[in-house]
């Protein structure tokens, strides 16, 4: 986020304390940057600004028991109060979570870290922070891979949200054992183009045999967003 404008009167020495005051105020914008980055590693992210902007949304995490273990996750908007539960064919995110990140993992951690490095598009302008096609991957300070972002669910990720639809919050598995899933209200801050995270509202947690024997995670699941 650019450095505020400080409105200055005419005046000897005015405009020295402007530019001390906005290089303050840079220096302290890095510094927050950096601790964020620090957060995929050994720090919790630092609070969200007094001026990010929040709202809440869906999210839907699933994976195959078998086959293909890779983490699905479905960001969508929550929907109005006349409509609750939204369309789930409507995703402003689709995201492929590498195969080495799993159930127990999630539950473990509570906090995944997405870091999206400028450098792999250096000729292109930054664009939406969540249009970015791919991440680095960080759970419990470990790095497990990559994220690739898709357009729109497939046919057979399609039909495991339509049977998840009529629940709005909750973990477990879906009849038949095949399918692990978490699902429930985020709160989406979003604390600059570069920085946004996405917090899990219901106390609720990963399920599974992988999971504690069963019992789930504390469900205390946040998301974190950046681009550096």
């Known amino acids: 986020m650019p450095p505020a404008v400080v409105p200055v009167e005419d005046g000897a020495g005015a405009g020295d304390e402007a530019t001390y005051y906005s290089c ?33 949304v869906r999210g839907t995490l699933f994976l195959h028991s078998t086959g ?15 409509d609750p539960q939204p369309a789930d064919d409507e995703h402003f995110l689709v995201l492929d979570l590498p195969s080495g990140l799993g159930g127990a993992d999630i539950a473990a951690a509570g906090r995944i870290v ?6 792999w598009t250096p000729a292109a302008a ?62 989406r801050i979003v604390g600059s183009p570069d920085a946004e995270s996405s917090h899990l509202l219901e106390p609720i947690g990963w399920s599974g045999p992988e999971v504690n024997g069963g019992g789930g995670g504390d469900g205390g699941l946040s998301i974190f967003f950046h681009r550096i």
Do not use: I, M
């Open 24 to 56: 303050h105020v840079a220096w302290l914008a890095w510094w927050n940057n950096v601790r964020c980055v620090l957060a995929s590693t050994f720090l919790p992210c630092p609070p969200a600004p007094a001026t990010a902007k929040s709202a809440t």
């Open 68 to 82: 293909d273990r890779r983490v699905r996750l479905f960001l969508q908007d929550h929907g109005g109060a006349a």
């Open 114 to 119: 997405l870091e999206y490095q400028r450098q």
């Open 126 to 187: 930054p664009g939406a922070l969540l249009a970015s096609p791919k991440w680095l991957v960080y759970c419990n300070g470990r790095r497990v891979g990559y994220a690739a972002r898709r357009e729109a669910p497939s046919d057979a990720e399609g039909w495991v949200l339509e049977k998840l639809r009529a629940g709005t919050a909750g973990a477990g598995r879906l009849p038949g054992g095949g399918v692990e899933y978490l699902r429930g209200r985020f709160e």
